[in-house]
């Protein structure tokens, strides 16, 4: 017996989001942090976002391969420091995103972490994902995020150096 069709297309190509997801502030030493905007979004800007493959997947590899996909960077590169925040934020799912997820899911939870990287690191765009990036001072970049979770990541950053 086969599965009725998906709106997104076969279930094994493209199972739904689970609502589990991290947030990665990319920053140098001087505070400088990596805002790229979405190629589906007009002028978001954001941090390297996005959610677990799966429900038992570490939070930290989440993080590393997020980081790896969206900007080419590898988080155990000489020089880069990946760590856990702590913090977690639950937020609605934008209603225009909702049909990624699993009928009835309308939160997600998000971890968050830090990426301290040297100076001058290249950035390799995914651009199914984004398409332009900047570096900006934190409190710059905390005002150019569209996200008010982003944003907040932002501002916390001196706390977490």
């Known amino acids: 017996m086969t599965s009725p069709p998906s709106p997104h297309g076969s279930p ?18 001087a505070l400088d942090v ?16 996005g959610s677990k493959d799966s429900l038992d997947e570490p939070w930290h590899a989440t993080a590393a391969r997020e980081v ?4 080419g960077m590898d988080v155990n590169a000489p020089g ?4 856990d925040w702590y913090l977690e934020n639950v937020y609605d799912i934008w209603p ?14 998000e971890r968050v972490f830090g990426l301290c990287v040297p100076q001058g690191t290249p950035v390799a765009l995914s651009p199914r994902e984004h398409v332009a990036f900047e570096w900006l001072p934190w409190r710059e970049a905390a005002d150019r995020c569209f996200s008010s979770s982003n944003a907040e990541a932002c501002l916390l950053l001196p706390r977490f150096v």
């Open 80 to 83: 880069c420091v990946l760590s």
């Open 12 to 29: 094994e190509l493209r199972p739904f989001k689970l609502p589990e997801s991290v947030l990665v502030v990319i920053h140098t030493p």
């Open 96 to 109: 225009q995103w909702r049909h990624r997820y699993a009928p009835g899911v309308v939160f997600n939870r």
């Open 34 to 49: 990596l805002l790229m905007r979405r190629a589906d979004g007009g002028e978001h800007w954001q941090c390297v976002t």
């Open 68 to 71: 790896q996909e969206e900007t």
